[in-house]
């Protein structure tokens, strides 16, 4: 297989597309190609793959399985797409290959540094909650994934595989002595989420929508950390709806349509300046009714937590999963807060604000460049692998970008606590 570091570049270099200017307009230039030529590298890397995909319309979302060639489920390939609908069929197909390519049984030692648990520690992971257990530990070895930075300057950063392969975890003991990992995971498991894992027609884009969920990932991860542990909260900030494009304004009134509740758009942007949305919805039988977004693009940032919200409610309203287990969290009330992620209480002394549009790059280089230009400046370099390369050039990479919060997976019922960034926002708002 390819080397795969390789595609980790500097984000500077270009990348051949083909997509016309009214599909880009609509992706904020964060897509290299039309949505149909999309499809098609889609279908032809399940082709290559010896895969085939069953999709269900769930009217206001799109589910998909992958199937292998027997009619037996490929691991880990369920996705879901969201947006107009051959848009979130696309997105579902696409998010099925990613969630396959990146789950652990495409793991192989040749993928794999060994790391002992002292160096990780003393690296520059070390300050990071989800890595601090590791100093406590015995000096064993971890499996980890190298990363190159994505600033062009060649530097590598080794990142656990624990951090962003959660079904790593769910290997045997045995089978991770196989890849020789020893370690006793149980302290550092909380932290585990697939954050930062991404797919694209090309690596360039998986790169551009990974950092981006980074991004969002840790404005919600402030946003709880603001709202339910600081003993005084910043207020929220919420869109005026009537300040919205009219097709952004449309797609607001289809989500509360849909919900047949108010839903509110929050503005979560952090000091990083990258917009990011929360669009929300009181919870249902314990399920959280949201969507999130986030784009050097606010219009395109917004719509994509507009979306997701109504791909989150069509997908409680036709499938039957379980509300997050948060026993866990029984013990923490502001930890339990957080993991209930009520804002409504909140609402009522909310700062209302007018929409404000953003320029963004054309293309999803520039936008990679951006990116990385504005997470480095603020002191967090962005790391980048490439983990699956089809050879129509389709990619599943994951970034890493320390420094940046992951106390978002509280709201999956995880005992988790915030990083020195979000501590030092509760500091500096007292």
């Given at each position: 297989?390819?080397?795969?570091?390789?595609?980790a570049l500097p984000p500077g270099r270009s990348m051949t597309t083909t997509s016309t200017p009214a599909h880009r307009a609509h992706q904020a230039g964060e897509?290299?190609?039309?949505?149909?030529?999309?499809?098609?590298?889609?279908?032809?890397?399940?082709?290559?793959?010896?895969?085939?995909?069953?999709?269900?319309?769930?009217?206001?979302?799109?589910?998909?399985?992958?199937?292998?060639?027997?009619?037996?489920?490929?691991?880990?390939?369920?996705?879901?797409?969201?947006?107009?609908?051959?848009?979130?069929?696309?997105?579902?197909?696409?998010?099925?290959?990613?969630?396959?390519?990146?789950?652990?049984?495409?793991?192989?030692?040749?993928?794999?540094?060994?790391?002992?648990?002292?160096?990780?520690?003393?690296?520059?992971?070390?300050?990071?909650?989800?890595?601090?257990?590791?100093?406590?530990?015995?000096?064993?070895?971890?499996?980890?994934?190298?990363?190159?930075?994505?600033?062009?300057?060649?530097?590598?950063?080794?990142?656990?595989?624990?951090?962003?392969?959660?079904?790593?975890?769910?290997?045997?003991?045995?089978?991770?002595?196989?890849?020789?990992?020893?370690?006793?995971?149980?302290?550092?498991a909380r932290y585990s989420t697939n954050n930062g894992t991404a797919i694209g027609a090309t690596d360039t884009e998986a790169f551009v929508h990974a950092l981006?969920?980074?991004?969002?990932?840790?404005?919600?991860?402030?946003?709880?950390?603001?709202?339910?542990?600081?003993?005084?909260?910043?207020?929220?900030?919420?869109?005026?709806?009537?300040?919205?494009?009219?097709?952004?304004?449309?797609?607001?009134?289809?989500?509360?349509?849909?919900?047949?509740?108010?839903?509110?758009?929050?503005?979560?942007?952090?000091?990083?300046?990258?917009?990011?949305?929360?669009?929300?919805?009181?919870?249902?039988?314990?399920?959280?009714?949201?969507?999130?977004?986030?784009?050097?693009?606010?219009?395109?940032?917004?719509?994509?937590?507009?979306?997701?919200?109504?791909?989150?409610?069509?997908?409680?309203?036709?499938?039957?999963?379980?509300?997050?287990?948060?026993?866990?969290?029984?013990?923490?009330?502001?930890?339990?807060?957080?993991?209930?992620?009520?804002?409504?209480?909140?609402?009522?002394?909310?700062?209302?604000?007018?929409?404000?549009?953003?320029?963004?790059?054309?293309?999803?280089?520039?936008?990679?460049?951006?990116?990385?230009?504005?997470?480095?400046?603020?002191?967090?370099?962005?790391?980048?692998?490439?983990?699956?390369?089809?050879?129509?050039?389709?990619?599943?990479?994951?970034?890493?970008?320390?420094?940046?919060?992951?106390?978002?997976?509280?709201?999956?019922?995880?005992?988790?606590?915030?990083?020195?960034?979000?501590?030092?926002?509760?500091?500096?708002?007292?």
């Amino acid at each position: 297989m390819p080397d795969p570091t390789r595609k980790a570049l500097p984000p500077g270099r270009s990348m051949t597309t083909t997509s016309t200017p009214a599909h880009r307009a609509h992706q904020a230039g964060e897509r290299a190609f039309s949505l149909d030529r999309a499809r098609k590298l889609a279908e032809q890397t399940l082709a290559q793959a010896g895969l085939h995909a069953r999709l269900h319309d769930l009217d206001g979302a799109w589910r998909c399985h992958l199937h292998r060639l027997d009619d037996t489920l490929a691991p880990a390939g369920v996705g879901a797409g969201k947006g107009e609908s051959e848009q979130a069929r696309v997105g579902a197909l696409f998010e099925a290959l990613e969630h396959h390519h990146s789950d652990a049984h495409a793991i192989t030692a040749e993928q794999l540094v060994l790391r002992s648990s002292q160096e990780l520690a003393s690296e520059e992971l070390a300050t990071d909650p989800a890595i601090r257990p590791l100093a406590l530990a015995p000096p064993t070895p971890l499996a980890c994934r190298t990363h190159t930075a994505l600033d062009g300057s060649g530097a590598g950063m080794d990142v656990p595989v624990y951090l962003h392969t959660p079904s790593y975890l769910s290997a045997t003991p045995h089978q991770r002595r196989a890849l020789g990992d020893t370690f006793d995971y149980s302290t550092v498991a909380r932290y585990s989420t697939n954050n930062g894992t991404a797919i694209g027609a090309t690596d360039t884009e998986a790169f551009v929508h990974a950092l981006a969920e980074t991004v969002e990932r840790d404005a919600l991860s402030m946003l709880l950390s603001s709202t339910f542990l600081d003993p005084h909260p910043e207020p929220l900030r919420v869109v005026d709806p009537t300040s919205l494009p009219e097709d952004l304004r449309q797609l607001h009134t289809r989500a509360q349509d849909r919900s047949g509740t108010a839903v509110w758009l929050l503005e979560m942007t952090t000091d990083l300046g990258i917009p990011a949305f929360h669009a929300y919805a009181p919870a249902r039988q314990g399920h959280h009714m949201v969507g999130y977004g986030a784009s050097l693009c606010a219009t395109h940032a917004a719509r994509r937590a507009l979306e997701e919200f109504v791909q989150v409610l069509a997908i409680f309203e036709h499938e039957d999963h379980p509300p997050p287990d948060l026993a866990a969290l029984s013990r923490h009330p502001a930890l339990l807060r957080a993991g209930r992620a009520d804002l409504t209480p909140h609402l009522a002394s909310a700062r209302v604000l007018a929409f404000t549009a953003t320029t963004a790059p054309v293309s999803p280089a520039g936008h990679l460049a951006a990116l990385v230009r504005v997470l480095t400046a603020h002191g967090h370099r962005p790391y980048g692998r490439v983990l699956h390369e089809a050879a129509n050039g389709v990619s599943t990479v994951s970034v890493c970008v320390p420094g940046l919060e992951r106390f978002f997976a509280v709201t999956s019922g995880q005992c988790v606590v915030p990083g020195p960034r979000g501590r030092a926002h509760m500091t500096r708002a007292n």
